[in-house]
């Protein structure tokens, strides 16, 4: 084994505003020995995602907090090294939940073996994984494109927004994103032919730019950030538009409640629908929903990016990246690269 000791990263402090590197702690220990129906999974690519924020404060929502002391909980591709369960051997690529540290034992049933000839491991955590995941459903489920329509997706450059961005092309729509690099603009219109793409960070009146690109106004808006660029989206709204409310990222790292327009009347004069969703609502449907991404990814229609950040010891780096726009596409960290028997 390439290493005698495990390393592990566990949340220490509860960050109040944006988190930084002493709310974390890099602790070594023993490697676990997996017990009966166990295997022992060598990290190789772990996921950093924005909703971990949330999950690090004391509050009540959709999950419970992260205990203090103990591992940052998350998505993980690890290869098998050693075995005591019947279903999986040595050398297996499999997707497991452990979180930020290079080794667990894990029950087998609790991981999912994945084939690396279908498409690269990376991908189960990001296109065909939860991102991926979590657009399809938003999209087609709360958002319902139909051909002509216009639909808006902010973090558009993200894990989630670019796959929602494509669906809705797929779908015939018009579609329009908002990002916050001139890079990242760049890739929506060139890469994933968006129709148009509005950088909120030099634009100097976004609703001005929206109305602009969005001259029928708004039948569909994944919104992943929330905040004033909300704000500018919402009033442009056309009757029975449809809001898949995924993520508020501009308001994560908030030390006081966020105060804005009330858009209660806009959503009452349009007929709007605005519907919040995790993706495991639609546990029951993941494989219908990966089998889709899947198809469309051998098929030409759907593309991906991978903000890829060597070594263990960035992991806090690049999930602190997520809140200052470093990352084009899925943030992941490479931890290892698989043995030759499992390449």
């Known amino acids: ?122 991908t189960a955590l990001g296109v065909l994984g939860m991102p991926g995941l979590t657009a399809y459903f938003g999209m087609l489920e709360i958002g319902r494109p139909q051909p002509g329509e216009t639909v808006v997706v902010s973090g558009a450059a993200g894990a989630v927004g670019t796959v929602a961005a494509q669906i809705a092309k797929i779908k015939g729509c018009r579609v329009v994103g908002i990002a916050g690099s001139d890079t990242k603009i760049r890739y929506l219109l060139d890469e994933l032919d968006l129709d148009a793409a509005i950088n909120y960070r030099t634009t100097p009146n976004l609703k001005k730019a929206l109305a602009e690109a969005c001259p029928n106004g708004v039948d569909i808006y994944f919104d992943n950030v929330g905040g004033e660029i909300s704000d500018a989206v919402i009033s442009l709204l056309n009757h029975g538009a449809r809001i898949p409310l995924c993520g508020q990222i501009s308001l994560y790292n908030l030390e006081k409640p966020d105060i804005g327009p009330r858009i209660q009347p806009q959503l009452l004069i349009t007929s709007a629908l605005m519907k919040g969703f995790i993706v495991t609502d639609y546990a029951d449907r993941f494989e219908e929903g990966t089998r889709q991404l899947a198809q469309w990814l051998r098929n030409g229609q759907l593309k991906y990016t991978e903000h890829i950040v060597e070594g263990f010891e960035n992991t806090v780096k690049a999930f602190l990246g997520l809140f200052t726009g470093e990352n084009l596409g899925k943030q992941l960290v490479k931890v290892a690269e698989p043995t030759k028997s499992s390449a």
């Open 1 to 122: 084994m390439a290493t005698e000791t495990n390393q592990q990263i566990l949340l220490v402090k509860r960050p109040k505003g944006m988190p930084n590197e002493e709310h974390f702690q890099l602790v070594e220990g023993p490697i676990p020995q997996p017990g009966e129906g166990e295997v022992l999974v060598r990290t190789l690519y772990l996921s950093v995602d924005p909703y971990m924020r949330g999950r690090m404060s004391d509050r009540k929502s959709y999950v419970p907090p992260y205990p203090l002391n103990e591992v940052v909980t998350g998505g993980v591709v690890g290869e098998v090294v050693q075995s005591r369960a019947a279903d999986l051997k040595e050398g297996d690529i499999v997707l497991a939940h452990y979180g930020w540290q290079k080794y667990a034992a894990v029950k087998s049933n609790q991981v999912r073996k994945l084939n690396p000839d279908l498409a690269p491991i990376s």
